[in-house]
C-alpha cells in the first residue's frame, strides 16, 4: 500500500471507532512510523510501505482504535514548544494547562532575584519544564505523591535545574514566590463518564479531586498560605463549574487578583494572593 492509501484506510477505520480528527490522528500515527515529519506525507503520498511498516502502521491504529492515547502510542507529546515524555503514570497535558504555565513565567519576569516556585502535584514535570526553560534563574521545585510519576517527570527534566519531592504535602522550602498547581479535580462519581482515553488510560490518582472535586482546592487554601512570600502568587487550574465554589473556598485568607478564561471563554484558572491581614 502507498502512504495515501493507508491514509484512507486508517482514516476510515479511526472514524468509525469514534476517533477525534481521525484523519490528523492517523497522518501522525503514518509520520511516526515513516520518521518523517507529517506535513512531508504529503509529498510522498505514492510512496509504498515496506511490510514491516505497514504491520507498525496496522498494530497502531488499532491501538488508537481501542482508544488509548496518542500522545501514550508515540510515547511524547509538545508542550510549550517543548517534547515531554508521557506514559499512562501521568495525565496527558492539555493546551488549558500550557496556559497556566505561560501565565506563570510571566509573572516570574516581574520578579526579582531568583524566585522559588513549587509546582504541586508535578505529573510529568511539564509545567516545572516550562517554567524552567523561560525563566532559568527560578529556583524551582516539584512535588508529586507518584514515584512513577516523578520517574518520567525526572528523565523530562534531566537538561533542566529542578529540585523533586515525592510525598503529598508541601516541602520544606524558602517562603514560595510561585504556587502553580494543575490539581486533581474530577468528582470521583464523575470519572467512568469522561472521554475514554481519559477515564481509561489517564491515572486516576491524578483526577480524582474526591467527591465534588475540590478537596485538594481546600487543602492548599490551607497548607499553601503560610508558605507564600510577601507578594507570591498562587496559580491553579480548576475544572468547568467550579469557580464560584473556589472563589468561597479562597475568600477568607486569599485575595483573589484574577480568574483567566481558557481559550474557549471559559474560566479555568485562579490567580490569588495571601490577604494581608
Not at 512510523?33 to 488499532?62: C, N
Not at 493546551?95 to 509546582?119: H, I, N, S
Not at 516545572?128 to 514515584?147: N, Q
Not at 508541601?170 to 510561585?178: H, N, S
Amino acid at each position: 500500500m502507498t502512504v495515501i492509501e493507508v491514509i484512507q484506510r486508517s482514516t476510515e477505520f479511526l472514524t468509525r471507532k469514534g476517533v477525534d480528527s481521525p484523519r490528523l490522528q492517523a497522518e501522525l500515527l503514518l509520520a511516526d512510523v515513516l520518521q518523517l515529519p507529517r506535513l512531508k506525507l504529503y509529498l510522498e503520498f505514492e510512496r509504498p510501505l515496506s511490510d514491516a511498516q505497514a504491520d507498525r502502521m496496522r498494530d497502531l491504529v488499532k491501538r488508537r482504535g481501542e482508544r488509548e492515547p496518542l500522545q501514550h502510542i508515540l510515547g511524547s507529546t509538545s508542550f510549550c514548544g517543548i517534547e515531554i515524555g508521557v506514559t499512562p503514570d501521568v495525565l496527558v497535558p492539555r493546551p488549558e494547562t500550557e496556559m497556566l504555565a505561560e501565565t506563570g513565567w510571566e509573572y516570574l519576569k516581574q520578579r526579582a532575584g531568583e524566585p522559588v516556585v513549587l509546582d504541586y502535584g508535578t505529573g510529568s514535570g511539564c509545567i516545572a519544564i516550562a517554567l524552567a526553560a523561560h525563566f532559568p534563574s527560578a529556583t524551582i521545585h516539584a512535588v508529586d505523591v507518584s514515584e512513577k510519576a516523578l520517574a518520567i517527570a525526572r528523565a523530562n527534566a534531566a537538561k533542566y535545574n529542578i529540585t523533586f519531592h515525592q510525598g503529598s504535602g508541601i516541602p520544606e522550602l524558602p517562603p514560595i514566590d510561585l504556587f502553580i498547581s494543575n490539581p486533581p479535580y474530577i468528582p470521583s462519581t464523575e470519572i467512568p463518564t469522561l472521554q475514554a482515553e481519559v477515564a481509561r488510560f489517564d491515572p486516576h490518582l491524578a483526577l480524582d479531586g474526591g467527591a465534588d472535586g475540590l478537596d485538594f482546592y481546600r487543602r492548599i487554601a490551607a497548607e499553601a498560605l503560610p508558605r507564600m512570600a510577601d507578594e507570591g502568587r498562587l496559580m491553579l487550574e480548576f475544572g468547568d463549574g467550579q469557580e464560584a465554589a473556589l472563589q468561597e473556598i479562597f475568600a477568607a485568607d486569599w485575595a483573589i487578583d484574577q480568574i483567566k478564561a481558557d481559550l474557549c471563554r471559559k474560566p479555568r484558572i485562579l490567580i490569588a494572593r495571601r490577604r494581608r491581614k
